[in-house]
């Protein structure tokens, strides 16, 4: 078997051999990709991965208006007076937990893509590796811009009526920056993850405390004194304030100093060690 398999091996010929050396000599090499074009490339992916999936689009529209409609008639009598009043106050609320939700999708997704060893084909190739979890990250704030604008819209359809135009457009971009913030809580929990249900529980575990022990549902003047402490020291309640004075044009500089101050901290604790465990996770 062996001799017939060596006769019909045929050598290559020297000439087609050099020619092809020849060429492989003279071809220009493309240039590496920079950062930008690296991260815009992985903003695509993200994008065509959401474009693939319009499932989640129902989560976006579904989410945010059950949660208007029921928390605003169920609660809106007993909290603000009417449900009128408290719609006003509700809705800049429920806008941030609405992005800070779907940052949860951010680390499930990018934990999927490392489980499946797709993040093992990416770092064999020559390019800056963090633009795989920065790219997703910007596709991610597309996504946000989409739930906000339909979620304002079903509040408007509601009965919210803001007193600032360009306040809420203002109090959009807020939000984005802070979700982009929160998100890199949530990449660190899916690169260190080991299963993407791990990546959706332990979520969980941090944004329930964060989102019920806060302002967004009810006014901290009503909670207990250390409950009191506790909302008022949270993340979320600054940026649910922040929105409210936006939307209704009672902002303040402290207000946003706070929102903007809390979403770059949250980058410069959670970006280092985001990009930490994901190279310790490539010399695994």
Not at 59 to 66: E, Q, S, V
Not at 127 to 142: E, H, K, N, Y
Not at 228 to 253: D, E, F, K, W
């Amino acid at each position: 078997m062996s001799a017939a398999t060596d006769e019909t091996i045929t050598e290559p010929r020297p000439i087609a051999e050099n020619v092809l050396r020849g060429a492989l000599a003279v071809q220009r090499r493309p240039s590496r990709p920079g950062p930008l074009s690296a991260s815009l490339t992985f903003l695509w992916r993200a994008a065509a991965t959401f474009r693939h999936h319009p499932a989640q689009l129902v989560d976006m529209i579904l989410f945010p208006f059950i949660f208007l409609l029921v928390f605003t008639n169920l609660f809106g009598g007993a909290i603000g007076g009417s449900t009128r009043d408290y719609l006003q106050f509700f809705l800049p609320g429920i806008l941030v937990q609405t992005v800070v939700m779907m940052s949860v999708y951010t680390g499930t997704a990018l934990n999927t893509d490392i489980t499946k060893g797709i993040f093992d084909r990416f770092r064999t190739l020559p390019f800056w590796q963090p633009a795989t979890i920065v790219g997703s990250l910007l596709a991610d704030m597309g996504r946000y811009l989409v739930a906000l604008t339909l979620t304002i819209t079903c509040g408007v359809l509601l009965g919210f009526r803001p007193e600032s135009v360009l306040g809420s457009i203002a109090a959009v971009g807020m939000l984005i920056v802070f979700a982009f913030g929160v998100s890199w809580i949530f990449t660190t929990i899916g690169v260190v993850a080991k299963a993407p249900e791990t990546v959706a529980s332990t979520s969980m575990i941090v944004v329930y405390p964060l989102v019920f022990a806060s302002n967004i549902f009810v006014p901290t003047e009503s909670m207990p004194g250390w409950m009191q402490a506790v909302a008022n020291a949270n993340p979320m309640s600054h940026a649910a304030t922040a929105a409210r004075g936006l939307m209704h044009g009672t902002v303040t500089a402290e207000q946003l100093a706070w929102a903007f101050g809390l979403s770059a901290a949250l980058i410069a604790i959670f970006a280092p060690l985001t990009m930490l465990a994901y190279r310790k996770r490539k010399d695994r």
